[in-house]
Nanobody, 114 residues
Framework: QVQLVESGGGLVQPGGSLRLSCAPS????????MGWYRQAPGKQRELVAT???????NYAQPVKGRFTISRDNAKSTVYLQMNSLTPEDTAVYYC????????WGRGTLVTVSL
């Protein structure tokens, strides 16, 4: 079993920045990839970015050049640095971990508004 705890969401003005954190616990040795997804009101959950154990990174097109996913190997924590935020980035952001199963955090709300 893997548990995921997200933090770092909040309200930010357009053009601002936020950093999300995802701290896994439990059977973290079994995790081979982690990532961030988001779900805006009335929309389906979508990929934001992923990072594998080997360091391969993938970004969704809407966030390329603005968001950066990274990992602290010592803490097994994954971060999502979000810059140049726009109202279209408003969503609940979920952390995901892939091992023998897919695990999800409870989500953290990011609101981009004046």
């Amino acid at each position: 079993q893997v548990q995921l705890v997200e933090s770092g969401g909040g309200l930010v003005q357009p053009g601002g920045s936020l950093r999300l954190s995802c701290a896994p616990s439990g059977s973290i040795f079994s995790i081979y990839a982690m990532g961030w997804y988001r779900q805006a009101p009335g929309k389906q959950r979508e990929l934001v970015a992923t990072i594998t154990r080997g360091g391969t990174i993938n970004y969704a097109q809407p966030v390329k050049g603005r968001f950066t996913i990274s990992r602290d190997n010592a803490k097994s924590t994954v971060y999502l640095q979000m810059n140049s935020l726009t109202p279209e980035d408003t969503a609940v952001y979920y952390c995901n971990a892939q091992s023998t199963m897919s695990y999800w955090g409870r989500g953290t709300l990011v609101t981009v508004s004046l």
